[in-house]
């Protein structure tokens, strides 16, 4: 495996996952494998200054990051997120699998992520503004519709994104409203997009159920993370009656083996900034979460969060990663070992970015889709992504997460050949 020799890589981060992944994968690439140094090393890394000044006066500054990690395949894509513990190996990390993701799901993307070392929780309103808008300022030279394309991520949202496309826009002295996506309806942003990726969750669970001769109805379901993603998947999982038994995200965890009513979880939810105070759940010991008896555990937080140790205790069927990268190799292992199927992030919830890529062509014709029709283009993608990556699974007897490598590595690196190497 590489490190790349500028960044201080931890032996069980997430960049260290990837090469694990990347590893996995280069006996079934065939002659293309030659190229498989252009999966390990990102085109492009910058790391950016973002001074602002503070309500009280003072200046504060910030680091920001945004990485290409790979362009064969057409501009970048790939989210931002604010966070006090983003790194420059958790963006490298992120953007490779926005990469893979984009190339698994077959959209005409590369894969880019960026984020800024921040908690926006302790930023006013006018403070978060001043952070997005020098970000995009500093970030400005390599983004844009035809370069590299931003989205919401952890703590961002359709305003953050509404303040990057205007930041832009000003900078190069006309409305780009394809710059980003995640975008406010009213400045070209798509219906169906602040729900796509946790619908995208649902979509592929349906479909593996359905292989693995499961029922939705009746089935219970833990789910890790209640923001846009996991909220839309425990909506869509409750509204086909499964039951919500185990909840939890950053305000603590919480259980009912009969079921959480959703509404009331939503509700909740929106009132709290949180779960943890649900009526008729009962609160539990955050690691307790993990042994919840269920048939589909959805991590949709962070990255990392399936351990090992947790692998060896969960009690599931089948694993949906809502969240990028929640499950280190040696957790697949495990799960492996003891029969849990792992639907991998790069289809399971590549819900969100089809439909960034639907906003995108909007944008660029100036023509916009109802709803429905988005739903059921996103559908349909996702659908014929996961046959050809269940399709290869079954040809090459591997499991799922390596043969959506497969799927994924062969058209980036197939489109790497064929554009050859300039000069």
């Known amino acids: 495996m590489t490190a790349l020799s500028f960044v201080p890589v931890s032996s069980g981060g997430p960049w260290n996952t ?7 994968v280069l006996p079934y690439l065939g002659p293309l494998s030659r190229w498989a140094e252009t999966l390990r090393r990102p085109k492009r890394a910058l790391v950016v200054d973002v001074p602002i000044e503070m309500d009280d006066g003072s200046i504060r500054h910030f680091e920001g990051f945004r990485v290409q990690h790979n362009l064969s395949r057409g501009p970048g894509k790939g989210g931002v997120r604010f966070h006090p513990a983003v790194t420059l190996e958790e963006v490298m990390a992120l953007a490779a699998w926005m990469t893979v993701k984009n190339a698994a799901v077959n959209l005409p993307y ?6 800024v070392r921040v908690d926006p929780r302790e930023l006013s309103r006018r403070e978060l503004e001043k952070v997005t808008r020098r970000y995009t300022s500093e970030i400005g030279l390599i983004i844009g519709p035809d370069k590299d394309i931003p989205a919401p991520d952890v703590n961002t949202n359709g305003q953050i994104m509404a303040w990057m496309m205007d930041t832009y826009s000003m900078n190069v002295g006309a409305a780009s409203t394809g710059v980003v996506t995640g975008k406010p309806i009213a400045l070209g942003g798509s219906l169906g997009r602040v729900k796509a990726t946790g619908r995208g969750v649902f979509v592929i669970g349906r479909e593996i159920a359905r292989r693995l001769q499961m029922q939705i109805a ?3 379901v833990a789910i890790q993370g209640f923001g846009n993603v996991g909220s839309a998947a ?23 083996p009969a079921g959480i009513d959703i509404a009331t979880l939503v509700a909740t939810a929106q009132r709290d900034g949180g779960v943890a105070g649900c009526p008729g759940a009962e609160r539990i010991d955050d690691e307790a979460f993990w042994d919840a008896p269920c048939e589909f555990l959805v991590p949709a937080a962070l990255e990392g969060q399936l351990t090992a ?16 990268g929640p499950t280190p190799p040696d957790a697949d292992d495990v799960l492996a070992e003891r029969g849990i199927t792992v639907v991998p992030d790069v289809i399971c919830n590549a819900g969100g970015v089809t439909v960034s890529y639907f906003e995108w062509v909007q944008d660029l014709q ?13 559908e349909r993608i996702l659908a014929d992504a996961f046959r050809r990556i269940w399709e290869t699974a079954q040809e090459h007897h591997i499991p799922l997460r390596t043969a959506a490598f497969v799927v994924a590595c062969t058209r980036i690196l197939a489109a790497r050949e064929e554009r050859g190497l300039y000069p």
Do not use: M, P
């Open 218 to 220: 009746g089935s219970r």
């Open 309 to 324: 140790e947790r692998a060896r205790r969960v009690q599931t069927r089948v694993v949906l990663e809502g969240a990028n």
């Open 18 to 24: 990837y090469l694990t992944q990347v590893e996995r």
């Open 234 to 256: 425990a909506e869509l999982f409750a509204g086909n009656g499964a039951k919500i038994v185990a909840v939890q995200d950053h305000t603590g965890s919480i259980a009912n």
């Open 366 to 378: 100036s023509f916009f889709w109802s709803e429905d029709e988005i739903n059921v283009r996103l």
């Open 110 to 115: 590369g894969g880019a992520k960026g984020g």
